[in-house]
């Protein structure tokens, strides 16, 4: 089984100080309160969206999904489970992570497989604005990955400090095509 946690902190220009970055950086994982009797397919997916202000770190959803077979990346580039940029495929006793630095989906490449008691990390930063608000909103996100069994899950399945793989793509803040 895979357990993944996806990390979107949403903040403005107002916090891109050397502080608020650090902050940010501090936000690695979070507990899930989700009841594990209730797990019946492949994958536990956690979708946290938090909001960055002066004032400090808010929550502002948690989403807690268990998806099957229509989670796994099958090479179309129609959108997924997990985002633009980071896609799902079962592998040989595990699962292969994979990731893209593009929108175009032209340059998908594996960043790590996972097999039973391993865990992984990918970290990228992103930026957007909407055609009827010329304000940025600069994203930091962070995906989770845990392979594990079932009963293995805990809220605090994704507190690894330091876990097997990581892969960070916090080069720049390009413009992304919006």
Avoid: H
């Amino acid at each position: 089984m895979l357990f993944v946690q996806e990390i979107d902190l949403v903040y403005t220009k107002a916090v891109r100080l050397g502080n608020f970055a650090n902050a940010r950086r501090d936000v690695k994982f979070l507990p899930v309160d989700f009841n594990k009797s209730d797990i019946t397919d492949e994958i536990l997916f956690n979708r946290v969206y938090l909001f960055q202000s002066p004032d400090g770190i808010s929550e502002k959803r948690n989403k807690v999904s268990i998806l099957g077979e229509k989670a796994f990346f099958d090479g179309k580039f129609a959108p997924d489970f997990f985002g633009e940029r980071v896609f799902v495929k079962r592998a040989n006793s595990g699962y292969e992570i994979l990731y893209t630095d593009k929108r175009q989906r032209g340059y998908i490449k594996s960043k790590f497989t996972l097999t039973e008691g391993k865990s992984g990390r990918i970290i990228y930063n992103d930026r957007s604005s909407g055609w009827d608000c010329p304000v940025w909103n600069y994203y930091f996100v962070t995906f989770n990955f845990v392979c594990a069994d079932k009963d293995s899950f805990k809220p605090k399945i994704f507190f690894r400090k330091n876990p097997d793989f990581t892969f960070g793509d916090m080069k720049e803040l390009r413009y992304s095509g919006f």
